[in-house]
């Protein structure tokens, strides 16, 4: 099937979305978060990728043998660091926002106070 | 707006995007089919220009360079942001604002021995793994990114086995900011030094070497690696070691460091 990788990103998207709609813990939002995030590396590696390609490695093929594509591998490379990143920045967020209001749910943090 | 009124909007809102998609995804030329220029034209040229056997490498700290200081930088302002947003309440004693007593004084079990066994066992292998990842980018699918975060994982088996003092003496804050101000700093300043040179920036100015994918080949490509190694783990170590002081913090546990 020539469409089922990016179905399959459709999928994540919309199930991940779902989670951090209905989540009533931050910690499940955050997660959920993380898997709208990782669709991207499978969009990213599915639009990369060459029926019959090779990786980009060139130990024994030749420079003009058929590879999958590698920008798409680098920038994948890129989205996981960055994933990392915020993910560690939003769950010191939780842990302040628990330490503040005495709760993980986000529907009781509706008031933000100063 | 109630919980079910939210459902709705969600699933209005889904529906179009899955719509949206869809159309999108009609107009990719298919699983497999990639036509993009710029892999094949990189991949026929990375080893005349930078005797790097590892093309995605080369790509990241050579073609693409530029933007990767940019990433490295997004990694460093997280890990100083959460230190900016954990430290603020750290003077405070805890039960002065610990709204969940229950977790605090609920029973843990003790570390068991089979893991403390494993994970110190797992110590040296999985740094020496580390290493090797961090410093073999040019050779092979490794990196910097992966070799520190690896790199990282050894300093937290160390916790895992329970020695939380030895753990504490591994990550004095000093060094590691240290560490973390070299990497990031060193990445820009291999760029501005081929600037100094009348280069490009970051211009790959080192000997390549002679034999493709060789640990002494590829020039700037496997020392900006190595800096981004040093960079990702020192960036770990602290960006976990935040969470986990919170949790010690929590728990009523205080090294010599925490006050």
């Known amino acids: 099937m020539q469409v089922f990788p990016f179905l399959v990103v459709a999928w994540i998207v919309i199930v991940g979305l779902y989670g951090v709609i209905t989540s009533r813990d931050l910690i499940h939002q955050i ?18 990728y060459v029926t019959g390609g090779a ?4 130990f024994d093929i030749s420079a003009h043998a058929k590879t999958v594509d590698p920008v798409v ?9 960055v994933e990392a990143a915020v993910t560690a920045l939003l769950l010191s967020f939780a842990v302040q926002a628990h330490k503040r209001f005495g709760t993980l749910d986000p529907h009781e943090l509706v008031s933000l106070k100063g | ?53 590892g093309a995605v490498s080369a790509i990241n700290f050579e073609y693409r360079g530029f933007d990767t200081v940019g990433e490295e930088f997004i990694l ?42 494993v994970s110190l066992l797992l110590v040296g292998p999985t740094a020496v793994i580390g290493w090797w990842l961090a410093t073999h980018a040019q050779t092979n ?8 975060v690896i790199l990282a ?24 900011d240290v560490a973390e101000a070299v990497g990031a700093g060193g990445f820009a300043a291999v760029g501005v030094t081929a600037l100094a040179l009348s280069l490009p920036y ?21 020392l900006i690696s190595f800096l981004v190694g040093i960079e990702v783990a020192a960036a770990f170590v602290l960006i976990i070691g935040e969470l986990l002081d919170q949790t010690l913090l929590r728990r009523g546990v205080h090294g010599e460091g925490s006050s």
């Open chain 2, 153 to 176: 994982t050894a300093f937290f088996l160390v916790y895992l086995s329970g020695e939380f003092i030895v753990f504490r003496r591994l990550r004095p804050d000093a060094v590691l």
């Open chain 2, 202 to 222: 970051l211009y790959n100015y080192l000997p390549l070497g002679t034999i493709p994918g060789a640990v002494s080949s590829s020039g700037t490509i496997a």
């Open chain 1, 55 to 58: 990786a980009p490695y060139l």
């Open chain 1, 31 to 48: 997660v959920c978060l993380i898997v709208v995030q990782s669709s991207t590396y499978v969009l990213l590696l599915g639009v990369g």
């Open chain 2, 141 to 148: 699918p490794s990196g910097g990114f992966q070799g520190g």
């Open chain 1, 73 to 81: 591998q680098a920038l994948a490379l890129t989205d996981v660091v």
């Open chain 2, 76 to 117: 460093f302002t997280a890990a100083a942001g959460m230190s900016v947003v954990l430290r603020r309440l750290r003077g405070e004693r805890e039960g002065q604002s610990s709204p969940a007593p229950e977790a605090a004084s609920r029973e843990r079990p003790a570390t068991s021995s089979s893991v403390r066994v």
């Open chain 2, 1 to 53: 707006m109630t919980p079910r009124q939210r459902l709705w909007l969600f699933a209005l809102g889904a529906a179009g995007l899955v719509a949206c998609y869809l159309w999108a995804f009609a107009g990719l030329p298919g699983f497999g089919n990639y036509p993009g220029p710029y892999g094949p034209a990189i991949m026929s040229r990375v080893i005349a220009q930078t005797n790097a056997t």
